[in-house]
Nanobody, 120 residues
């Protein structure tokens, strides 16, 4: 079994910061791309940021310059540092990873989601 466990969400005031973490565990052979998505009420899930196994990153235009994605391959963990948060960043944030298990089968896995609320 492979699972992704997220942490770090919460309530923060506009202009504040939060750091999300997502750790993968289980019978993992390798992890390829990892990323963060978010879904606000009444909206579709959207890509926030992604990072390849080699460290290349890409971001949604709405978060460029404010959010930073990183990963620790030794810990099978991806992070999302969110600065200068705005009320429109309020959403459930989901971790995603393309994982190859010990049987060499690859598929996408999702975390359970963590709520981020930006409000005064």
């Amino acid at each position: 079994q492979v699972q992704l466990v997220e942490s770090g969400g919460g309530l923060v005031q506009p202009g504040g910061s939060l750091r999300l973490s997502c750790a993968a565990s289980g019978y993992i052979f390798s992890i390829n791309d990892m990323g963060w998505y978010r879904q606000a009420p009444g909206k579709q899930r959207e890509l926030v940021a992604a990072i390849t196994s080699g460290g290349s990153t890409n971001y949604a235009d709405s978060v460029k310059g404010r959010f930073t994605i990183s990963r620790d391959n030794a810990k099978n963990t991806v992070y999302l540092q969110m600065n200068s948060l705005k009320p429109e960043d309020t959403a459930i944030y989901y971790c995603n990873a393309r994982i190859t298990n010990m049987l060499k089968y690859s598929r996408d896995y999702w975390g359970q989601g963590t709520q981020v609320t930006v409000s005064s």
